[in-house]
């Protein structure tokens, strides 16, 4: 993180927010008086709140103490004071305007109603999480040119809830390089992490250019790969949500190749809603097994690669549930549809998994339960047509739809928006591809690769 600042003249004015024991300020000291930084002088400010850690903070920055550099420990709340600094309160601590700030910010959701949630407000700030707040602050407080490089999870990337912390960061910064571990397990071996990292280095106040992508397997960097990027390929020019991909390789996919794949859920005439039914809200209607009153309640586990197996003996979720006044708005028509699961586990080799409904599998039944951890894609709370519902099914488990996914998703979760959002190759190219899914047996990964570049070239 510290080797990813510019060389740059003059005074330097550091900022550290969510210090902890000083790791990453001392890293970017050690650069400094090595000479690979050429500042006259290092002003430091380390903010971290939890007062515990402040005497090895203390102890950490010491090692550097000197006439050229001076450094502050701040115990206070970062969120608070810096909002207090931008919005010119009476009361407010002043803060320079930072010319690099290197950043490992608390990850902790953000209450609608909370104080931090109505200080951001002040300064025109909205979003959900500390570590975005954290970001937002450093970027409104840096000085023109200012330099910022923070390690975040990728949940910013995507999604509505982080839609104001994007544009706001956007209109302020432009990206400048992105590093992307490949493996969650191994370069954070110690925590329980369910989404991907990345370190990120903003340049505040000057216009956007290409963008440098690196990747490495692990914390050891011993595989580092880069390449540059147009800023097109990070932030589609015509997407209102401003997701921000990481490609990693400058070969573009068959998805960014075949220009027949440019249609949109609503061009096709199908939605994709998450599973309406949330089983510890409906836990009394339902049943381990189907008895004479019930219907198929569906989960992920319900579908593997060779198809729908219903019910299952033994499973720990319940295989049905109660068609009745309570629960019938919960439930589908009998049909054809498409399923995709909201979750993967951490190191699975694929992030977007697609089966068929075939109500054929189930029997004489006129309803169907879909679980909350799936993903529906229907025609107006319907069954989509057989050949369109294997179509879309074949497509969102190519290779290709996979690795496009991952360049803005870094979770494990799949959502409905993200789905939405996606582009799609024609309704008849959908159709076609399904009805050759129908007459084949088994299909294999590079079939299904073979076959979507065949058909949308």
Partial sequence: MAGLF?????????????????????????????????????????FEIDASLHSQLAQTLSKYRSDTFSAKVHGDDFIHV?????????????????????????YKKISSGSAHRLALRRVGIETVNLYSAFVALTVAQAAPGGQIVAIIPRSFCNGPYYRPFRNFMLERAAIRHMHLFESRSKAFKDDAVLQENIIIRLECGTQQGPVTISTSTDDTFSDLTAHEHPFERIVFPDDPERFIHVPTSPEKNAIELLPAIRYTLINLGIKVSTGPVVDFRLKEHLRDMPGPSTVPLLYPGHFTSGGTTWPIEGMKKPN??????????WLYPSGFYCVVRRFSSKEETRRIVASVVDPNAFGDM??????????VFHENKRG??????????????TTAVDEVFRRFNGHTQVNATD????????????????????????????????KLGALAA
Avoid at 423 to 450: C, F, H, N
């Fill in 384 to 397: 989509l047509p057989p050949a369109l519902a294997h179509g879309l099914t074949v497509f969102l488990n």
């Fill in 366 to 375: 006129p309803v169907l339960g879909f679980e909350n951890h799936l993903n």
């Fill in 82 to 106: 810096a909002a207090d600094a931008l919005s010119g309160g009476l009361f407010a601590k002043s803060l320079p305007r930072y010319s690099h700030a290197i950043l490992n910010p608390p």
């Fill in 6 to 46: 510019p060389p740059a003249d003059g005074i330097c004015r550091l900022l550290d927010a969510g210090a902890g024991i000083g790791s990453l300020a001392a890293a970017f000291l050690e650069r400094w008086y090595s000479g690979g930084l050429r500042f006259q002088r290092v002003e430091l400010d380390a």
């Fill in 419 to 450: 789905l939405t959002l996606m582009k799609y190759p024609s309704r008849d190219v959908l159709t076609q591809l399904g009805e050759w899914a129908m007459q084949q047996g088994q299909l294999t990964q590079s079939m299904i690769d073979d």
């Fill in 320 to 329: 049905a549930i109660e068609c009745n006044a309570d629960t019938e708005k």
